[in-house]
């Protein structure tokens, strides 16, 4: 049974940072991964993405020069570090695991594995 949980979320201020880890069980983490949100009333939206190998990150572009991706193979745990944090982030974030099939990242239809999500509140 593959697995996917979402761990790190919390209340944080405005600038603060929390850091985010998804932990797989089941598979392999040889699959590209992302993280996504979604706020109340809004649709589920990309975030960041990383390669399987862990050398090409994407990110939208209101996570860029903020959040970081990250994975550890080994562990079979991704990573969102997410700093200088905005109550615009206030979210759900899920990870997910994506079809090897070189498709884009940033279409949550393009993913096969989810979490069940950990929810962040950003405050100003």
């Known amino acids: 049974q593959v697995q996917l949980v979402e761990s790190g979320g919390g209340s944080v201020q405005a600038g603060g940072s929390l850091r985010l880890s998804c932990v797989a069980s089941?598979?392999?983490?040889?699959?590209?991964m992302g993280w996504f949100r979604q706020a109340p009333g809004k649709e589920r939206e990309f975030v960041a993405g990383i390669s399987n190998g862990g050398a090409t990150t994407y990110y939208t572009d209101s996570a860029k020069g903020r959040f970081s991706i990250s994975r550890e193979n080994a562990k079979n745990t991704v990573y969102l570090q997410m700093n200088s944090q905005k109550p615009e982030d206030t979210a759900v974030y899920y990870c997910a695991a994506k079809r090897r099939d070189g498709s884009s990242f940033v279409d949550p239809g393009n993913y096969i594995y989810w979490g069940q999500g950990t929810q962040v509140t950003v405050s100003s």
């Open positions: 089941g598979l392999r983490l040889s699959y590209g």
